[in-house]
């Protein structure tokens, strides 16, 4: 996981954001990574993308006007009709039990909203077409893909760039079309063209032609969406494998070509129903299409599973896995596989024990169960560290490609001593390194052979050094975390004490640094890895020129400033940063603050004092000759002190 303290190496950022044909990358890291950065983002920047931020602006565009504009006509279109049918009867509207406001009074408010009101829908119903701007390009330039599925024996092109488009056209449409009844009906109730009388509803001829109409639509688009749930099929997971099953094709699949024909006959019995009184036809289509749906589709599929497959499964499901297995390895590029037999020798020679050497020790003997007993028993540490299992992965050893079993320390916030806000999102915010080993060595205990233990991990085995072995996002540790606050954040648990996260940022900032101590002109020379150097002390009072340190690089010379008694650069005469601060209780306490040198303003005041140090590594981090000063200050002036004393962090 890269790191986020800012003075570490390895510290690296990059984010991207792109909004519309713009595109801005911001990369926190070395100088000249960033320039290698933008040396090869530039190329592709040229290349003419305006082209598809057009083509997906255009296509968007007409989306919007195409399915915007069908909403509103066939909306528009039909309450336009609801709201011009008058009522047969004036006596209706004196008989209603809605207790509604009168026609004269709904009817012109009716009129005058219909436009906005339909518009509105429109838009909005073309914003969401315009959405789905890439189905519709998959769709109009698919290519074949010259395998056909088993069962319908269409290419799998349909089902890819096709079916899903078609499926979002039908539901578009019926949405429409039930949305357009209910506010059809919704009108006609208004208007009083349909009303709940003593005697029982009573309903205008042209309103109940009209509603048949709608109704008739709404059937045709229904037995369409039973057509394509066919398709769907493939997509089942009813069986032991993925796709259609033996109870999917010998029961779903009749059912839904039934239900198709069904609703038609539905939609034939609405039209036969304009012209004739009475509800019987259509009533009759609707009891059967419902006893047929549940039926169909419910209680038959599930008594054929339950006692014709189950009782012999294996053999009723048998096409159904031949196909999944042949489709499967076509789809991975496995299906030219030849089988070859090798037949097997019952010799075992020394000299094919030395030939195979490398395939014997990585021949696994430890179990994956009992291996996660003990990793748990021995390595846990705390109890809120848990190990989720046991994986087997293969490293390259002092030279050997060795298979390894590990697993992963991870957070359990079900184990912690106290489950609360705080200790879930602030402090307990992450588990800590790994436990791994060979698959086939044990100890003179009998206990598994670690390559990688405790905490901090120590490796040996030739095991790569692990240096970031915090982990915030694991198969248990999936609750979010909040770092880099105020809060105390523990990193690990060491004996009875606990090393924090600001205490490790703490020290990251004091070694990564070249770093002068005031009181003695000694400096660490850059921090890790960096041979502590010995520099003269400081000159005396009268005369602070006379002291001059070589840097770490050894390149430059550095001298006290005559006034400041800081180090100053002799080449270009630019002030190093210099920080002082008072100390506070603890690390997390606000002290007062005083700098000088390049980035000053950035400590003006009081700071956290570990936030202190994250500042001045980022001020630092642009430093191209780096030297971080630390003093003390005057408790009374909030200034640096005439003679400077290094503050003891």
Not at 338 to 343: G, L, R, V
Not at 413 to 421: D, E, I, N
Request: proline letters at 6%.
């Amino acid at each position: 996981m890269p790191s986020y303290v800012l003075d570490d190496p390895d510290y690296r950022r990059l984010r991207y954001l792109r909004y519309a044909d713009d595109f801005l990358l911001g990369f926190a890291g070395p100088r000249s990574e960033a320039e290698e950065i933008k040396r090869s983002s530039i190329p592709s920047l040229k290349v003419g993308y305006t082209q598809v931020f057009t083509t997906v602006l255009t296509l968007r565009g007409w989306l919007v006007l195409g399915a915007g504009g069908i909403v509103f006509i066939f909306l528009y279109a039909n309450l336009w009709m609801a709201a011009r049918t008058a009522a047969p009867d004036v006596l209706w509207e004196l008989d209603d039990q809605l207790g509604l406001p009168g026609r004269a009074v709904l009817e012109p408010l009716i009129r005058r909203v219909l436009v906005p009101a339909v518009a509105v829908i429109a838009l909005l119903s073309g914003i969401r077409a315009s959405a789905s701007w890439d189905m519709l390009l998959r769709y109009l330039n698919a290519t074949p893909f010259g395998v056909t599925d088993p069962l319908f024996g269409r290419d799998l092109a349909f089902f890819v760039f096709e079916l899903p488009l078609w499926r979002f056209i039908y539901g578009g449409a019926l949405t429409l079309v039930m949305g357009t009844l209910v506010l059809s009906i919704a009108t006609y109730v208004l208007l009083r063209s349909l009303v709940l009388t003593a005697q029982g509803p009573r309903m205008a001829v042209g309103a109940r032609n009209h509603l048949l109409g709608l109704a008739a639509f709404a059937l045709v688009l229904r037995a369409i969406g039973f057509w394509l749930d066919r398709y769907e099929l493939l997509y089942s997971p009813r069986g032991v494998v993925f796709g259609a099953s033996y109870t999917d094709v010998h029961a779903s699949l009749p059912a839904l070509g039934a239900l198709a024909a069904i609703s038609l006959l539905c939609a034939a019995a609405c039209v036969l129903q304009i012209g004739r009184g009475g509800w019987g036809f259509l009533v009759a289509g609707l009891v059967v299409l419902a006893v047929v749906w549940v039926g169909g589709l419910g209680v038959y599929p599930a008594l054929l599973q339950r006692l014709q497959v189950t009782p012999n499964e294996l053999e009723a499901e048998r096409p159904y896995i031949k196909h999944n297995i042949r489709m499967t390895r076509q789809a991975y590029g496995l299906d030219g596989i030849k089988e070859q037999d090798f037949p097997a020798e019952d010799r075992l020679t020394a000299a094919a024990l030395d030939r195979n050497s490398l395939t014997i020790k990585n021949i696994r003997l430890w179990d994956h169960r009992p291996l996660l007993t003990s990793f748990a028993q021995l390595q846990e540490i705390r109890t809120y560290y848990k190990f989720a299992d046991v994986d087997v992965d293969r490293y390259t050893l002092n030279g050997e490609l060795r298979q390894i079993m590990l697993s992963a320390r991870e957070m359990s916030y079900a184990h912690l001593p106290s489950r609360v806000w705080i200790n879930e999102h602030l402090t307990f915010t992450h588990g800590f390194g790994l436990v791994a080993g060979p698959v086939n060595r044990i100890t003179p205990e009998g206990l598994p052979d670690l390559f990688v233990q405790d905490i901090p991990p120590a490796v040996k085995g030739g095991m790569p050094k692990i240096t970031r072995p915090e982990i915030y996002y694991g198969e248990l540790s999936n609750e979010y975390a909040i770092v880099r606050t105020k809060s105390q954040e523990l990193n690990y648990p060491a004996g009875d004490q606990n090393v924090t996260v600001w205490g490790d940022a703490y020290a990251n900032a004091r070694a990564g640094l070249p770093f002068i101590n005031l009181s003695t002109g000694t400096s660490n020379n850059g921090g890790p890895g960096g041979t502590p150097g010995t520099f003269a002390p400081l000159a005396p009072a009268d005369k602070p020129e006379t002291s001059t340190y070589s840097t770490y690089y050894g390149s430059t010379a550095y001298k006290l400033d005559t006034k400041s008694g800081y180090p100053v650069n002799e080449g270009d005469g630019l002030r190093r940063l210099a920080v002082g601060f008072r100390t506070g209780d603890h690390t997390g306490s606000s002290v007062p603050v005083t700098a000088e040198g390049p980035g000053a303003l950035n400590f003006a005041g009081y700071l956290d004092e570990s936030d202190l140090f994250f500042r001045m590594a980022a001020t630092l981090s642009s430093d191209t000759n780096p030297w971080l000063v630390v003093g003390r200050i005057d408790q009374s002036t909030n200034q640096f002190c005439g003679q400077p004393q290094v503050n003891q962090y």
